[in-house]
């Protein structure tokens, strides 16, 4: 790559590594040739500026926009610090852009804030007429008064129009409005443009700025996004397909004119899952039956048919579908419970048409929409005229369309109908009517899971000009081309380019820790005795990731060292978590890998220095995983794999998020530190005993070549070793 290579000049910094400018020439010839790029590095290759410096040119030459997205709230503020940097010599606007439940000042409903701003839009236009027309009819009046008598019939006109205008705002002053984005419209907003550009601002600082001033800043972004050069963002502004067309309409842009960047990369089939699922919930179901008897509509007795039915079969099929004794388990977590078929439609299906009788249910599902959408229509009306202090959600209109796409979905490939249920500890009336609402009650709901995720992404692939998919895990590729409907992408992958001789990759060889083995006293005790030794002899602090919750406080309990020990649970909040133990000098975080601080989440230095995971963590096999399976199996299987379904829904993803966890250490080149995995199944013996249990082959081969076999009584050596060789301990190191 030549160093005049135009794309430098948006690499802030003195110096890019030598990978670095190889991914930036391939991805800007991938870009030219409007090819996606799956990009693997390691943590601290320099992958967002490797992505951004050669997409920004580009952009800039052929009138593009550059969108850079992630999951993970950190990665949003580093792109921000990136973004500003470069900012700082070149000319580039960007902005960073949030959801609007995040930057609301009055806090209401999207459909509460779409009705509050068209109603305000609408008053600042009638008012701005008035005012046309009263500058027209005093001039007029002037003209009269000079002796023009033509001018008296053309103010005669006007004053009529007047009198309407002014009526029409009379009555729309009346109406619920938002006083933010009425200054929006009727004050001078140069000043907030001229501070947004200059520089680039945080979502909260954007918050503040408009609150102190009484204006909206969501609305000011949407109006100051347009005609930008990069846009950092959430996954849900380019993975929901509602969400994504305003997001361009509010960009002025066509998908064929976006660069997207997506961070994170290999979370993206999971919230491409997330983003394409549909449920409906029993208290919804009641609350449209309710509503049906609210109104003398001719319609009403279809519609209650319908949603009455369903609502019938779904009761059905959870209380068929529990085992004994299961009902009484069931908490305020939602939970599944298995109704599809193999041979024949879902349980829910089939008791949805034993319950339903009428003339015929898609013609009663069809009446059912076609009411719900007048009365969602009666209601805004109704809200915008002042009747409602709040805009009322139409339940008929919910419950119907999902009904449709019930029966018209719940059978396709790919699609897992399930049934899910839980406790209501609120006692609120939650159920509503005589559906129950007391705490304890157990209530339903439907839910249409894609299974397969390129449902979602291949026609977002397929629209934007190119992608750059960037992840400290995405290999193997063939399984993310697979899953997310890319078409011959660039590949590239960069390991671990700091100094070798400062990490450690160990692999115990241990019990192998199957779901069967965990209760066993032997097994506990040789991997306490591991987890002690790694802790004692790391010179700082200690991650130790397990298979669940249940694991981690399973060894919490069993753990007898000097360090401070820190429990990670469900509902514990992450981020004051991570600071109480980072802010410590000798401590034990124990977690779930697949909770939120396994990954996206910074160890730098001192923060970490070893890194324990635990058992290969494989997911909890449930029926939506094992639908996710039969999916995968039936769509990708090739010649040659036993199971296309085990390998993309289960074992790549596990791999991924050890890898993750391992890379939250050694972070930077002067950093150090070690990283350890605790189970059999890792070792490279277990390749040659038993294949088909090892999992060392998932890992890329660079990080196999780097992994060290001990049994478990050689950890302590081999990490007093590596720590004194990297002059580690300060003092005396401990005695193994």
């Known amino acids: 790559m030549s160093e005049s290579a135009g794309y430098l000049r948006y690499f802030p910094y003195a110096e890019p590594y030598d990978h670095q400018r190889e991914a930036m020439a391939a991805i800007r010839a991938a870009l030219e040739d409007r090819r996606d790029v799956l990009f693997e590095g390691a943590t601290g290759t320099g992958k967002t500026l490797a992505a951004l410096a050669p997409a920004l040119e580009y952009a800039r030459e052929t009138d593009k926009t550059v969108v850079i997205t992630t999951n993970v709230h950190q990665q949003m503020r580093q792109f921000r610090r990136e973004a500003a ?14 959801g609007k439940s995040s930057m609301c000042h009055i806090d209401v409903g999207y459909r509460e804030c779409q009705t509050l701003r068209d109603t305000t839009r609408e008053l600042v236009e009638a008012e701005r007429e008035e005012a046309r027309l009263e500058r027209e009819q005093r001039a007029l009046l002037e003209r009269m008064q000079e002796g023009d008598d033509a001018a008296a019939e053309g103010r005669s006109a006007i004053m009529d129009e007047l009198d309407a205008v002014e009526e029409t705002v009379g009555d729309l002053a009346d109406q619920p409005t938002c006083e933010h984005y009425y200054r929006n419209l009727t004050a001078d907003t140069a000043d907030f443009f001229a501070w947004l550009y200059d520089g680039v601002r945080a979502p909260e600082d954007i918050y503040e700025y408009a609150h102190e001033r009484g204006r909206c800043g969501y609305e000011l972004l949407k109006e100051g996004v347009e005609g930008v050069d990069l846009v950092v963002c959430n996954y849900h502004h380019l993975l929901d397909p509602g969400i994504r067309e305003q997001f361009f309409r509010w960009l002025g842009r066509e998908p064929g004119d976006v660069l997207a960047i997506f961070d994170e990369a290999h979370n993206v089939e999971d919230a491409a899952r997330d983003h394409a699922r549909r449920t409906l919930t029993e208290p919804t179901l009641e609350g449209a039956r309710e509503e049906c008897e609210e109104h003398e509509d001719p319609r009403t007795d279809a519609a209650a048919n319908v949603v009455g039915a369903f609502r019938a079969a779904l009761a059905t099929a959870y209380d068929t579908a529990f085992a004994f004794g299961e009902r009484e388990q069931v908490g305020t977590e939602w939970y599944d419970l298995a109704i599809d078929n193999d041979d024949r439609r879902d349980e829910l299906t089939l008791a949805f048409l034993r319950e339903y009788t009428g003339p015929g249910v898609h013609a009663d599902v069809e009446t059912a929409i076609e009411l719900g959408r007048d009365l969602d229509a009666q209601y805004e009306r109704a809200y915008r005229e002042g009747e409602r202090d709040v805009r009322r959600e139409c339940q008929v209109l919910q419950a119907a369309t999902f009904v449709e796409a019930w029966l018209a979905e719940s059978a396709d490939a790919g699609t897992y109908p399930v049934v899910s249920v839980r406790r209501d500890a609120r006692g609120d009336g939650a159920m509503g009517g005589d559906g129950g609402g007391r705490a304890g009650d157990v209530y339903g709901r439907a839910e249409l899971y894609t299974c397969i995720p390129e449902r979602v992404t291949r026609e977002l692939f397929e629209g934007l000009a190119a992608s750059v998919l960037m992840s400290a895990t995405l290999r193997p590729f063939d399984v993310t081309e697979s899953v997310l409907g890319l078409e011959d992408p660039e590949t590239l992958a960069y390991g671990q380019q700091f100094p070798a001789e400062r990490r450690r990759t160990f692999v115990v060889d241990g019990p192998a820790l199957f779901a069967s083995k965990r209760d066993d ?11 002690e030794d790694a802790i004692r002899f790391t010179p700082g602090n200690t991650l130790a990731f397990f298979p669940s919750y249940a694991e981690a406080e399973r060894y919490h309990d069993r753990l007898d060292v000097d360090a401070t020990t820190y429990l990670d649970e469900p509902g514990t909040p992450a981020r004051e978590l991570r600071q109480t133990f980072t802010d410590d000098d000798h401590g034990v975080l124990l977690t779930s890998l697949w909770g939120t601080l396994g990954e996206g989440v910074s160890y730098d230095g001192d923060d970490a220095r070893t890194a324990v995971v635990v058992g290969v963590p494989y997911p909890h096999l449930d029926e939506r995983m094992e639908a996710v399976q039969a999916a995968y199996t039936e769509t990708f299987d090739v010649a040659g794999e036993d199971s296309a379904g085990w390998r993309y829904a289960v074992e790549v993803p596990t791999i991924r998020k050890t890898r993750q966890a391992l890379g939250r250490v050694v972070r930077s080149p002067e950093d150090f530190g070690a990283r350890i995995l605790l ?49 580690a301990y300060d003092g005396e190191p401990p005695a193994p």
């Not at 490279?684 to 081969?701: H, L, N, Y």
């Open 85 to 98: 940097a470069i900012a700082e010599s070149e000319d580039v606007r960007a902005i960073v852009f949030r």
């Open 521 to 531: 006293a032997g097994v506990q005790e040789t991997v306490t005795a591991a987890l």
């Open 679 to 727: 189970d059999a199944r890792y070792t490279e013996r277990a390749e040659i005993e038993d294949p088909g249990f090892a999992v060392r082959g998932s890992f890329p081969p660079a990080e196999r070549a780097e992994m060290v076999d001990l049994e478990p009584a050689k950890l302590k050596y081999a990490m007093l070793n590596f720590y004194r060789d990297v002059g």
